[in-house]
C-alpha cells in the first residue's frame, strides 16, 4: 500500500493538522489541486478517538446565501441566511452530530468569494468546526481569510506550518486549476425549468437578479431555499415551492408547480404565506394544536388564532389571559384549551359548557405544581394533564393520581397525549428522540423516531387510519408517523420548523415563521 506522503502531496500536512488539537480552525490551502476531494474520501485514524465527520462544499459558481444552505445541511441545522447560520451555530447545542471539519474547493470559482470568506472566517473563529478551504494567494477573499490565525498547507510544503500573517509558505508560486465551469442556468420565471436545474445554479440567478420577482417565484425559492437545495427530485422541488409560494404569484404558477408535483408522496391541501390577504395569513407561528375542526395556532406574542382545520379560514381568536408567547396548546376533550407560557406555567380558557368540578380541581393542582416547578411541554386527554420537564421526565397528571416516566436525557420538547382505546404519551425530546408510554406501564423500550437533532415540535392524535405523529427536528425535517403501521413521510419546508399538529383525518400542518402549510397523502 503506498505511503500519505506518495499518494497525494499535501496530505500528510493535511492530516497532522486535524490531529493537532492546538491547531487553528482555519487551514488555508494553496497549490494542492485535488487534496480536498482527496481528504473527504480518506478514512480517519486512531483507536479510541471519537470520528470526525467530513463534510465536501464545493464552492464552484456558489453565492455565500447557497454556501450558508449547503453547510446547514451538512451540519444538521436550518439557517435562513449567511448570519443567520452563525448565529444558530453559536446559540444551540449541537446534540449527537460529531465533529465535523468543513472542506471547501475552489473559492476562487465562486459566484461571490469574498462573501464567501467573510462567511467561512465566521464559522472558524466560532470554534464548533474546522474549516478548511482551497484559496489562491494574491485574493481579495485570500486576503479575508488571512486575516487571523490561520494554519497553510501547500504541496510544496510538507510541514503545513501556522503563520499567523496567512501568507502562504515559502516555494508556493504554482497556481490551482481552474475549477469546473458552474451549471448552466435555467429560465428562472419558468417553474418546471428551476426545479430540474441544478438548485445553487438557481439559487445564484435569483441572489444576482434582485429586480425581478419572476412572477413570484424568486421570493418562494429563497424562502424554502435550503429544502430545494437538498431535495432529490423535481417533485419534491415543486410541492416545496407551492407550499411557500404567495397568492399575489402569478396564477399560472400554481397549476404548473402543482403538476410538477404530483409524484411527491404528499399533496399540499392549503398554505398562507405572509403578505396573503384571501384567507389572509394568520402571522407567525409559535404553537399549534387541534380541537375538532379547528386549528388553534399561537403567535410569537401570545395570540391564539382560530382557523378552519379544512381551508385555514379565520373563525376568530381565543380569548386568553396569558401574555407573552404561548409555548404549548392542549385542547381537552370538553373543550377546555390549556396554554403552557414561555415560563412553564399553566393557563386554563374554558370552554362554552361546564366543567365538571373534578377536571377544575385536577387543573388548579397542575397549575399550582407547575408555578413551583415549570413545565418544558404539555399535553391533554381526558382526566388527564401531561407535562414534560427540564431532566427529561413526563409526569400524567390524573384523577387517579400522578404517574411519571423517565425518558429522555434532556429536556422534554414537546409532548402529546392520544386519546385512543388506550390512551397513550408520545413525546420528544433534546435527545432526538421520540418515545411512547402509557401512563401506568413501562415506556416502549425502542424510540418511535430518532435523529441526531434535537425535537423542536410534535403532536400525536388518533385519526380514522389509526393514531398519527407529528415530529419536527432542529434539523429542519418534519415525519409524520402511523404509528401501528411503523411507516412514515418526510417533508422539509426549508425554514425553521416552530410547530406541527395532525388533523383529523390525518393531514398535517407545519407552522413556520413565515407560512402556514397542510399536506395530505397523495
Same mark, same amino acid.
Given at each position: 500500500?503506498?505511503?500519505?506522503?506518495?499518494?497525494?502531496?499535501?496530505? *500528510?500536512?493535511?492530516?497532522?493538522?486535524?490531529?493537532?488539537?492546538?491547531?487553528?480552525?482555519?487551514?488555508?490551502?494553496?497549490?494542492?489541486?485535488?487534496?480536498?476531494?482527496?481528504?473527504?474520501?480518506?478514512?480517519?485514524?486512531?483507536?479510541?478517538?471519537?470520528?470526525?465527520?467530513?463534510?465536501?462544499?464545493?464552492?464552484?459558481?456558489?453565492?455565500?446565501?447557497?454556501?450558508?444552505?449547503?453547510?446547514?445541511?451538512?451540519?444538521?441545522?436550518?439557517?435562513?441566511? *449567511?448570519?443567520?447560520?452563525?448565529?444558530?451555530?453559536?446559540?444551540?447545542?449541537?446534540?449527537?452530530?460529531?465533529?465535523?471539519?468543513?472542506?471547501?474547493?475552489?473559492?476562487?470559482?465562486?459566484?461571490?468569494?469574498?462573501?464567501?470568506?467573510?462567511?467561512?472566517?465566521?464559522?472558524?473563529?466560532?470554534?464548533?468546526?474546522?474549516?478548511?478551504?482551497?484559496?489562491?494567494?494574491?485574493?481579495?477573499?485570500?486576503?479575508?481569510?488571512?486575516?487571523?490565525?490561520?494554519?497553510?498547507?501547500?504541496?510544496?510544503?510538507?510541514?503545513?506550518?501556522?503563520?499567523?500573517?496567512?501568507?502562504?509558505?515559502?516555494?508556493?508560486?504554482?497556481?490551482?486549476?481552474?475549477?469546473?465551469?458552474?451549471?448552466?442556468?435555467?429560465?428562472?420565471? &419558468?417553474?418546471?425549468?428551476?426545479?430540474?436545474? &441544478?438548485?445553487?445554479?438557481?439559487?445564484?440567478?435569483?441572489?444576482?437578479?434582485?429586480?425581478?420577482?419572476?412572477?413570484?417565484?424568486?421570493?418562494?425559492?429563497?424562502?424554502?431555499?435550503?429544502?430545494?437545495?437538498?431535495?432529490?427530485?423535481?417533485?419534491?422541488?415543486?410541492?416545496?415551492?407551492?407550499?411557500?409560494?404567495?397568492?399575489?404569484?402569478?396564477?399560472?404558477?400554481?397549476?404548473?408547480?402543482?403538476?410538477?408535483?404530483?409524484?411527491?408522496?404528499?399533496?399540499?391541501?392549503?398554505?398562507?404565506?405572509?403578505?396573503?390577504?384571501?384567507?389572509?395569513?394568520?402571522?407567525?407561528?409559535?404553537?399549534?394544536?387541534?380541537?375538532?375542526?379547528?386549528?388553534?395556532?399561537?403567535?410569537?406574542?401570545?395570540?391564539?388564532?382560530?382557523?378552519?382545520?379544512?381551508?385555514?379560514?379565520?373563525?376568530?381568536?381565543?380569548?386568553?389571559?396569558?401574555?407573552?408567547?404561548?409555548?404549548?396548546?392542549?385542547?381537552?376533550?370538553?373543550?377546555?384549551?390549556?396554554?403552557?407560557?414561555?415560563?412553564?406555567?399553566?393557563?386554563?380558557?374554558?370552554?362554552?359548557?361546564?366543567?365538571?368540578?373534578?377536571?377544575?380541581?385536577?387543573?388548579?393542582?397542575?397549575?399550582?405544581?407547575?408555578?413551583?416547578?415549570?413545565?418544558?411541554?404539555?399535553?391533554?386527554?381526558?382526566?388527564?394533564?401531561?407535562?414534560?420537564?427540564?431532566?427529561?421526565?413526563?409526569?400524567?397528571?390524573?384523577?387517579?393520581?400522578?404517574?411519571?416516566?423517565?425518558?429522555?436525557?434532556?429536556?422534554?420538547?414537546?409532548?402529546?397525549?392520544?386519546?385512543?382505546?388506550?390512551?397513550?404519551?408520545?413525546?420528544?425530546?433534546?435527545?432526538?428522540?421520540?418515545?411512547?408510554?402509557? %401512563?401506568?406501564?413501562?415506556?416502549? %423500550?425502542?424510540?418511535?423516531?430518532?435523529?441526531?437533532?434535537?425535537?423542536?415540535?410534535?403532536?400525536?392524535?388518533?385519526?380514522?387510519?389509526? *393514531?398519527?405523529?407529528?415530529?419536527?427536528?432542529?434539523?429542519?425535517?418534519?415525519?409524520?408517523?402511523?404509528?401501528?403501521?411503523?411507516?412514515?413521510?418526510?417533508?422539509?419546508?426549508?425554514?425553521?420548523?416552530?410547530?406541527?399538529?395532525?388533523?383529523?383525518?390525518?393531514?398535517?400542518?407545519?407552522?413556520?415563521?413565515?407560512?402556514?402549510?397542510?399536506?395530505?397523502?397523495?
Amino acid at each position: 500500500m503506498p505511503s500519505v506522503r506518495a499518494e497525494l502531496p499535501g496530505a *500528510p500536512a493535511l492530516l497532522g493538522w486535524l490531529t493537532d488539537p492546538e491547531a487553528p480552525r482555519l487551514c488555508l490551502v494553496t497549490e494542492a489541486p485535488g487534496l480536498l476531494d482527496w481528504f473527504a474520501g480518506h478514512g480517519t485514524r486512531g483507536a479510541g478517538r471519537r470520528r470526525t465527520a467530513r463534510a465536501l462544499v464545493p464552492l464552484t459558481g456558489q453565492t455565500a446565501l447557497g454556501t450558508a444552505w449547503a453547510v446547514a445541511g451538512r451540519l444538521g441545522v436550518v439557517a435562513t441566511s *449567511p448570519a443567520d447560520l452563525v448565529r444558530v451555530l453559536a446559540t444551540t447545542e449541537t446534540g449527537r452530530v460529531p465533529r465535523t471539519v468543513l472542506l471547501l474547493p475552489a473559492l476562487h470559482a465562486a459566484a461571490e468569494p469574498v462573501p464567501i470568506a467573510e462567511l467561512l472566517r465566521d464559522l472558524a473563529a466560532l470554534g464548533r468546526v474546522r474549516v478548511v478551504v482551497e484559496t489562491r494567494e494574491g485574493t481579495p477573499e485570500h486576503a479575508v481569510l488571512a486575516e487571523g490565525r490561520v494554519a497553510v498547507v501547500a504541496a510544496e510544503d510538507e510541514d503545513g506550518g501556522e503563520r499567523a500573517d496567512g501568507g502562504a509558505p515559502s516555494g508556493a508560486t504554482g497556481q490551482t486549476p481552474a475549477a469546473a465551469a458552474p451549471a448552466p442556468l435555467p429560465d428562472l420565471s &419558468d417553474p418546471l425549468a428551476v426545479c430540474a436545474a &441544478d438548485p445553487f445554479a438557481v439559487t445564484a440567478g435569483y441572489v444576482r437578479d434582485t429586480d425581478d420577482q419572476h412572477g413570484g417565484l424568486r421570493p418562494a425559492w429563497l424562502r424554502a431555499g435550503q429544502a430545494l437545495c437538498t431535495a432529490r427530485t423535481p417533485a419534491e422541488r415543486a410541492l416545496a415551492l407551492l407550499a411557500v409560494l404567495g397568492d399575489g404569484a402569478d396564477p399560472r404558477l400554481r397549476p404548473a408547480l402543482e403538476e410538477a408535483a404530483a409524484p411527491a408522496r404528499r399533496r399540499l391541501r392549503w398554505s398562507r404565506v405572509v403578505g396573503d390577504v384571501a384567507p389572509p395569513w394568520p402571522g407567525p407561528v409559535a404553537a399549534l394544536a387541534v380541537q375538532g375542526g379547528t386549528l388553534l395556532a399561537a403567535d410569537l406574542g401570545g395570540t391564539v388564532r382560530l382557523l378552519a382545520a379544512a381551508d385555514a379560514r379565520p373563525l376568530g381568536r381565543l380569548d386568553h389571559p396569558v401574555t407573552g408567547r404561548v409555548m404549548a396548546l392542549a385542547p381537552a376533550p370538553d373543550g377546555t384549551v390549556l396554554l403552557l407560557d414561555e415560563r412553564g406555567r399553566l393557563h386554563t380558557v374554558r370552554g362554552r359548557e361546564p366543567r365538571p368540578p373534578y377536571l377544575q380541581r385536577l387543573t388548579e393542582a397542575v397549575t399550582a405544581t407547575l408555578t413551583r416547578h415549570p413545565g418544558t411541554a404539555l399535553g391533554a386527554i381526558s382526566g388527564s394533564v401531561v407535562v414534560g420537564d427540564r431532566l427529561g421526565s413526563v409526569h400524567a397528571f390524573g384523577l387517579t393520581g400522578l404517574h411519571q416516566a423517565s425518558l429522555h436525557s434532556g429536556r422534554v420538547t414537546a409532548v402529546g397525549a392520544v386519546e385512543s382505546e388506550t390512551p397513550f404519551v408520545c413525546s420528544g425530546g433534546s435527545d432526538g428522540t421520540v418515545r411512547l408510554w402509557t %401512563p401506568g406501564r413501562d415506556p416502549e %423500550p425502542t424510540p418511535l423516531a430518532e435523529h441526531p437533532s434535537p425535537v423542536v415540535a410534535l403532536h400525536a392524535t388518533e385519526t380514522p387510519h389509526g *393514531p398519527f405523529a407529528a415530529v419536527a427536528w432542529a434539523d429542519g425535517s418534519v415525519e409524520l408517523h402511523d404509528i401501528e403501521s411503523h411507516t412514515h413521510h418526510t417533508f422539509r419546508p426549508g425554514p425553521p420548523v416552530r410547530a406541527v399538529a395532525v388533523t383529523p383525518d390525518g393531514a398535517l400542518v407545519v407552522g413556520l415563521d413565515e407560512a402556514v402549510m397542510c399536506l395530505e397523502r397523495a
